[in-house]
């Protein structure tokens, strides 16, 4: 069985950073990805990173580009999404969620479509306080 566990959020005051986690476990193979959405109060939710288990290639919502990066430690089957220049938009709850059989699969495509994405953690809130 499938588990993702997402942990690290909390308030910060913008310009700040945080890191957040995703313990994945009952995967049988790398051929997944790993991607990080968020959805903020009264807003649908958005990805804003996606990385493949396979190759490591990665994804990124363009604002938060150059900001956020994303990556793994597979040793610990861990994903991190660390977030720095935090920003008052950047306020939401933070989910990791993963996307199984991901050979010739447009990732980009998916990061775009989170109702697409296979499994959920629980989410972590992160506060920017301006």
């Known amino acids: 069985e499938v588990q993702l566990q997402a942990s690290g959020g909390g308030l910060v005051q913008a310009g700040g950073s945080l890191r957040l986690s995703c313990a994945a476990s009952?995967?049988?193979?790398?051929?997944?990805?790993i991607g990080w959405f968020r959805q903020a109060p009264e807003k649908g939710r958005e990805g804003v990173s996606v990385?493949?288990?396979?190759?490591?290639?990665?994804y990124y919502l363009d604002s938060v580009k150059g900001r956020f990066t994303t990556g793994s430690d597979n040793a610990k089957n861990t994903v991190y999404l660390q977030m720095n220049s935090l920003k008052p938009e950047d306020t939401a709850v933070y989910y990791c969620?993963?996307?199984?059989?991901?050979?010739?699969?447009?990732?980009?495509?998916?990061?775009?479509?989170?109702?697409?994405?296979?499994?959920w953690g629980q989410g972590t809130l992160v506060t920017v306080s301006s």
């Open positions: 969620a993963a996307l199984t059989f991901i050979r010739d699969v447009d990732l980009e495509h998916y990061r775009r479509r989170p109702s697409l994405w296979d499994y």
């Open positions: 009952g995967f049988t193979s790398h051929d997944y990805a």
């Open positions: 990385i493949s288990m396979t190759d490591g290639s990665t």
